[in-house]
């Protein structure tokens, strides 16, 4: 009798399992659909000129199609941004109303991929994989929250206050381009 029932039990654990399988798959099935459409809508917002694969992360996206348009090279113009900031990927330089300001490597790598999405939300997880190539150097995710920190405070220093980084709830960041002053 005991046997019976372990064999009865195994029956219907082997059945549940199989039942969870095959949801796993369907869901997995459903995320890369999901994926595949974020990475095509960010492409489009981005307005990059390659196409990538359905299953990259589309957090990953923007820092691939970054390091594709500089792979291009002409496809990517010298100077990101207009009004009162300017991105010089050729001098990797960072300029306020032509005065250029000073920042670290890592700053700049932040500011280079929001001047590239400028007036698009950028995500912690973005800025990490854009940063960090490799899962395994990736820092506490916070250490993104120190970089924008930084960034905003030289840049308002450098601007007389001007607020060039706008932080969007639960989502990200955006850089935003601001008109050179009247005068």
């Not at 995500?123 to 990736?138: E, G, I, S, V």
Request: one cysteine or more; a neutral charge.
């Amino acid at each position: 009798m005991a046997d019976d029932t372990i064999s009865a039990r195994l029956v219907e654990v082997e059945a549940l399992l199989e039942r969870s399988r095959k949801r796993f798959e369907e869901g997995t099935k459903f995320a890369d659909e999901a994926h595949a459409l974020v990475a095509e809508l960010q492409q489009q917002l981005i307005g990059a000129p390659v196409s990538l694969g359905a299953r990259d992360d589309a957090d990953d996206v923007a820092s691939k199609l970054l390091a594709s348009l500089k792979a291009q090279g002409s496809e990517l113009p010298p100077t990101l941004c207009g009004g009162r900031m300017s991105v010089d990927q050729v001098q990797r330089l960072i300029r306020i109303d032509g005065h250029p300001i000073a920042i670290t490597e890592m700053e700049y790598r932040v500011l280079e991929l929001l001047a590239f999405a400028r007036n698009n939300v950028v995500t912690r997880t973005m800025l990490l994989k854009h940063l960090y190539r490799r899962a395994d150097d990736q820092p506490q995710p916070k250490i993104i929250d120190v970089f924008i920190s930084k960034l905003r405070k030289k840049l308002r220093m450098a601007s007389n206050g001007a607020e060039f980084i706008e932080t969007i709830p639960q989502r990200g960041w955006i850089l935003r381009d601001l008109d050179a002053p009247a005068g």
